[in-house]
């Protein structure tokens, strides 16, 4: 007998209806013709704390620390027991199991996690669904694979829970511990994303708060190249050896800009030269189908979203069969996906969302213009977020359920559109002895960017576009031209904006940008950041519960346990590149060049380090009192017999304790 282990009830539902004869739903499980079908409720299996080790650590003691397990222990959730003991018995009655987790790294490990710790001998297969609309399911039910092919991908999966088993609960310990020491009653949670997502807010605050605006200048001169010609401006550019100019090359004397202006007028030649000209004809082609990370990013911008609600909403479009796995990290797709891409667009068109946009979008569209994105070598274990085969009856949706498909069956019907095309032209100038430039764009084609734009004239070919020239279309180098005006422009340098949830994700996408080691840089960037497409919104969400975060509206800033946390932590915690070097580590694991043995080892080493550091962290406490008695240690609200009371750090050298009263202690 077959058993098929799905990760959900709903995918397992899916499978159930693609294989033959189904029977109907039983305790736990579908039976059908060829097998039966079970499911995981997430993780039935979590890992076990550290009390469950040693029931000392129930009390936390840096003289624990660090806390490293010999063997790593799985328990069953207590809210998954039942389904646990309905799998347990299955397995053992099958001959065959066949693996049907999400096709990532979590997915991977949460099935194989719970057959090792069951034991299983069985033949295990791996079924791999990217999409719960009946073509995918039965293309996949006929290309299982040998689970024994995905066992790196295990271990790298179980290489990252480790490791931040051991961050978690090791730092957060020591941190905790070490800012009660001045006063602070709350705990710190340490972990490898978590703490580098509030450093990016706390340094976005502090940026703000040390921002001082800065005057700059820039002189814009119109020339026409004849006398009945047209003008068009110039921006003048200043030389290397050119006096009170910032380190990012702006002018920042007025003097020195209205004395340039009177130069330019006063030159008596009148001419100006080109110097150099380029022009060309460039493409740009569609922008890639989203990841969940692009899609949350695009519906913040577009819609106000929180990205956990769209992860939410993206789910439930996923399970309703109407969108591919949500959770992509991917914004590429498989070629022998093409072939549904017909019958996807037939779909789209004949259904009215956003003013008909989509319905009239797909007119426009042809097969013939195959994407960039339908690229075998790029895909990972998922590819980008498009809708199925299967059509979509927008009555049955909700407001944000019907954006956020309109969001991914615009990205989807873009990949059917010519490339946008443009001509571009570059003059180089110099009049009276300084250097000017300037550079200008015609529209050819529109392409792709007619759907985003909303040009519903759209008439289901790629019309021409009048040439609306910005620069006369005939410059060339050696021309002479003649001078018009000069003006001078100010403006003000703007402090950067605080995050929203959309842009902080965004952030987390892109953390290569702050990583302090260049050589890391780059393998950041190619891992897509720090957390994952499904944990990032939960994570971000997570933070501002713990009030480490604040919401002022849609912005976000750092509470004062932020700041005083960053400022304390050690550079091996608050930049991302301990990342960068556990993403290069996973993949060697992935391609067989590593063992997770060797990362663990290394991540044992790590930890003892960076826990004797954070024992001696001094997080900055300015609410706390100092300890009337002994001056030295400060106080802290303290619990006993359900009754607060306030009692000095230094505790046990330093006994005395005051009443709450109001929540503050009451030392008169």
Same mark, same amino acid.
């Given at each position: 007998? !077959?058993?098929?282990?799905?990760?959900?009830?709903?995918?397992? +539902?899916?499978?159930?209806?693609?294989?033959?004869?189904?029977?109907?739903?039983?305790?736990?499980y579908i039976e059908t013709s060829a097998g039966l079908v079970t499911w995981c409720q997430g993780h039935i299996l979590l890992a076990a704390e550290p009390h469950h080790y040693d029931i000392k650590y129930k009390n936390w003691s840096v003289d624990d620390l660090p806390i490293i397990p010999e063997t790593w222990k799985l328990l069953v959730n207590d809210e998954c027991k039942r389904q646990f003991t309905v799998i347990k018995r299955l397995i053992n009655q099958a001959d065959e199991i066949i693996h049907a987790g999400d096709p990532d790294r979590e997915g991977q490990l949460l099935v194989d996690e719970l057959l090792d710790y069951l034991a299983c001998k069985k033949p295990v297969k791996r079924l791999l669904l990217h999409a719960l609309d009946e073509r995918t399911i039965n293309r996949a039910l006929g290309n299982i694979q040998d689970n024994k092919n995905f066992e790196n991908l295990k271990y790298s999966a179980m290489g990252r829970s480790w490791a931040d088993w051991l961050i978690g609960y090791n730092l957060t310990r020591a941190v905790t511990l070490a800012a009660k020491k001045n006063g602070h009653s709350k705990t710190f949670p340490i972990g490898r994303v978590? @703490?580098?997502?509030? %450093?990016?807010?706390?340094?976005?605050?502090?940026?703000?708060?040390?921002?001082?605006?800065?005057n700059y200048y820039s002189v814009v001169t119109? #020339? !026409?190249?004849?006398?009945?010609?047209?003008?068009?401006?110039? @921006?003048?550019?200043?030389?290397?050896? $050119?006096?009170?100019?910032?380190?990012?090359?702006?002018? &920042?004397?007025?003097? &020195?800009?209205?004395?340039?202006?009177?130069?330019?007028?006063?030159?008596?030649?009148? +001419?100006?030269?080109?110097?150099?000209?380029?022009?060309?004809? *460039? +493409?740009?082609?569609?922008?890639?189908?989203?990841?969940?990370?692009a899609l949350q990013i695009a519906a913040g911008k577009q819609f106000g979203y929180d990205p956990l609600d769209v992860l939410k909403t993206a789910q439930s479009l996923y399970e309703k069969k109407l969108i591919t796995y949500p959770r992509a990290d991917c914004q590429y797709l498989p070629r022998n996906l093409f072939s549904d891409s017909e019958n996807i667009l037939n779909n789209l068109s004949h259904m009215s969302v956003n003013s008909d946009l989509v319905k009239w979008a797909t007119s426009g569209a042809s097969l013939h213009n195959m994407s960039r994105a339908w690229n075998d070598a790029k895909i990972t274990? /998922? #590819?980008?977020?498009?809708?199925?085969? @299967?059509?979509?009856?927008?009555?049955?949706?909700?407001?944000? *359920?019907?954006?956020? =498909?309109?969001?991914?069956? $615009?990205?989807?019907?873009a990949q059917f559109y010519p490339d946008y095309t443009y001509k571009k032209s570059v003059s180089d100038i110099v009049f009276a002895g300084e250097n000017f430039q300037t550079s200008g764009r015609i529209d050819l084609k529109q392409g792709w960017k007619s759907i985003f734009t909303?040009?519903?004239?759209?008439?289901?070919?790629?019309?021409?576009?009048?040439?609306?020239?910005?620069?006369?279309?005939?410059?060339?180098?050696?021309?002479?031209?003649?001078?018009?005006?000069? %003006?001078?422009?100010? +403006?003000?340098?703007?402090?950067p904006k605080r995050y929203t949830a959309s842009s902080l994700i965004q952030a987390m996408k892109s953390i290569h940008l702050h990583v302090k080691n260049d050589d890391l840089k780059k393998r950041l960037k190619d891992a897509n950041g720090i957390g994952t497409e499904a944990t990032r919104a939960n994570i971000i969400a997570e933070i501002i519960k713990k009030g480490f975060i604040l919401q002022d509206k849609k912005h976000l800033l750092p509470s004062e346990e932020?700041?005083?946390?960053?400022?304390?932590?050690?550079? *091996?915690?608050?930049y991302p590149d301990t990342t960068a070097t556990w993403e290069m580590s996973f993949d060697k694991i992935l391609s067989g060049n590593d063992s997770l043995d060797n990362f663990m080892q290394e991540q044992r080493s790590f930890i003892g380090h960076i826990c004797c550091l954070a024992? @001696? &962290?001094?997080?900055?406490?300015?609410?706390?009192? =100092?300890?009337?008695?002994? /001056? *030295?240690?400060?106080?802290?609200?303290? &619990?006993?017999?359900?009754?607060?009371?306030w009692g000095c750090t230094r505790y046990p050298e330093c006994t005395v304790w005051y009443h709450d009263k109001d929540g503050e202690p009451q030392v008169k």
């Open positions: 007998m !077959k058993l098929y282990i799905a990760e959900k009830q709903s995918m397992a +539902k899916e499978i159930a209806a693609c294989l033959p004869a189904p029977h109907g739903k039983k305790d736990g978590k @703490t580098p997502t509030i %450093a990016l807010v706390v340094r976005r605050e502090n940026e703000i708060k040390n921002f001082k605006p800065l119109r #020339f !026409k190249k004849e006398q009945a010609g047209i003008g068009f401006s110039a @921006t003048w550019l200043p030389k290397d050896n $050119q006096r009170c100019l910032d380190t990012d090359g702006r002018l &920042t004397s007025g003097d &020195t800009a209205v004395d340039l202006k009177a130069s330019l007028y006063s030159y008596k030649n009148g +001419k100006a030269l080109i110097t150099a000209h380029q022009s060309s004809t *460039e +493409k740009e082609p569609p922008p890639l189908p989203y990841s969940l990370s274990s /998922h #590819f980008a977020i498009i809708p199925t085969v @299967t059509f979509c009856d927008l009555g049955r949706l909700s407001d944000t *359920e019907q954006n956020i =498909y309109f969001l991914i069956a $615009q990205s989807f019907i909303g040009n519903n004239e759209h008439n289901g070919d790629d019309k021409d576009v009048p040439e609306t020239a910005p620069l006369p279309i005939d410059l060339k180098t050696g021309d002479e031209l003649l001078f018009i005006n000069a %003006a001078i422009v100010q +403006k003000t340098t703007t402090s932020a700041c005083s946390l960053i400022a304390a932590l050690p550079d *091996e915690l608050t024992r @001696t &962290t001094l997080v900055e406490n300015s609410r706390a009192m =100092y300890c009337p008695a002994c /001056h *030295e240690g400060k106080l802290i609200k303290r &619990t006993w017999k359900e009754k607060n009371f």
